[in-house]
């Protein structure tokens, strides 16, 4: 009998292979989503398969998107559908990452922080392009010798220096040690940044400033500029509190006002 354990993240393991898990501890799976859900799921998968079954590695284009949503829109599931399924696919973990910008945010998705995804330390100096360690650079080698699909959750927060050094960092590393150092992420085929442009901005240049400010003031930012741009050319928005039963439309509808800042009425004020 395969031997199954549990975590206190609500993750399982089953032969080796670590799967979110949801409160009555079922599985994630594409038959539990709403339409707009497994819509980019199924661009996701799409793009994998494409990737898996090319010939010409130079003719493919990797999938970059913003997945954007309100809290209980459904992102998370969004998330850890994409996870479940390419992981029990491919057999492996290491196949998708996640990573956020606290620890808070890690522990939320079962994923972990930049800097333990990239073995980078706190540092107010930004990363210089090829100035890994030898020994550095050959852990991250085998870290992301499977990696097919990165998936950054609460994306407003993270500054575009973090975001263009994991872009760098993975380029030069990816696929046995950065043979496509042209592309931003090094021809990372999958590339996801969901979050809600409506909560808290990071401490520094983050996405909102992306259109807004000059000259870059070093090549990190500027490299998360360019990927977070790169992004936006695919944004899917999640629509909708799905904590919220399809017939309570009164309250959806107060809760997108609420999330808009919008002008709400006083017969809106006394909804129960």
């Known amino acids: 009998m395969t031997e199954v354990k549990k975590h206190d993240t609500g993750s399982e393991t089953k032969s ?25 799921v199924a661009v996701v998968m799409d793009k994998l398969c494409e990737f898996m079954e090319s010939e010409d590695l130079s003719t493919f284009r990797p999938l970059r998107i913003i997945l954007n949503g309100a809290g209980g829109s459904g992102k998370s599931v969004v998330i850890n559908t994409v996870v479940t399924v390419i992981r029990k696919m491919f057999d492996t973990d290491d196949v998708v990452k996640i990573a956020a910008p606290t620890g808070t945010a890690a522990f939320n998705v079962s994923g972990e922080t930049f800097h333990h995804m990239l073995g980078n330390r706190v540092s107010r ?23 097919l699909a990165l998936i950054v959750d609460e994306r407003s927060l993270v500054s575009n220096s973090i975001l263009g050094t994991a872009a760098r960092q993975i380029c030069e590393t990816i696929f046995d040690g950065g043979p496509l150092r042209e592309d931003i992420w090094g021809g990372l085929p999958i590339v996801i940044l969901a979050g809600n442009d409506f909560q808290l901005p990071p401490q520094e240049e983050g996405p909102l400033n992306v259109l807004c400010v000059g000259a870059p003031k ?55």
């Open 16 to 40: 080796g292979i670590t799967v979110p898990l949801k409160d009555d501890g079922s599985e994630y799976s594409i038959d539990g989503l709403y339409p707009d859900q497994r819509d980019i």
């Open 218 to 272: 070093n090549k990190m930012i500027g490299t998360g500029r360019n990927a977070l741009l790169e992004c936006a050319e695919n944004v899917y928005d999640l629509q909708g509190s799905k904590r919220i039963k399809d017939s309570n439309y009164d309250d959806k509808d107060l809760i997108a006002q609420l999330r808009l800042a919008t002008e709400t009425g006083v017969e809106d004020k006394h909804v129960d």
């Open 125 to 147: 100096l930004a990363y210089l392009p090829n100035s890994m360690s030898a020994a550095k650079r050959l852990k991250r080698i085998k870290k992301f010798k499977c990696l």
